[in-house]
């Protein structure tokens, strides 16, 4: 049981870091492939479309059983704890 709590959080966090780098708020290291948190992006976008796809029912985020405050909660997790420039180089993101 618990192995399936990990496969619903990791299909849950998968659909927030989707939506996250839909909108660009984050972004991917050319180098290193790393995420991180591109502070210069409005994030409001992506909670917005967060709230969306729950409230049009999209199969993209039926994992969420139409709770936007579940998916949104996510989603401001996973950009509070991403970093601001690639955790590897280091480098501010390229302009």
Known sequence: MVS???TKLERRQAI??????Q???LK?????????????????GAFA?????V?????LVEEFQDDEHALTDLL???LGTAPLCC?????PKPN
């Open 23 to 25: 909108t660009q708020v």
């Open 49 to 53: 479309l967060a709230i969306e796809l």
């Open 76 to 78: 401001s997790d996973t």
């Open 4 to 6: 399936g709590m990990q």
């Open 55 to 59: 409230r049009k029912h999209t199969p």
């Open 87 to 91: 955790p590897i180089c280091n480098a």
């Open 28 to 44: 991917t290291c050319p180098v290193h492939r790393q995420l991180y948190f591109d502070d210069d992006v409005n994030p409001a």
């Open 16 to 21: 927030a870091i989707g939506i996250a780098l």
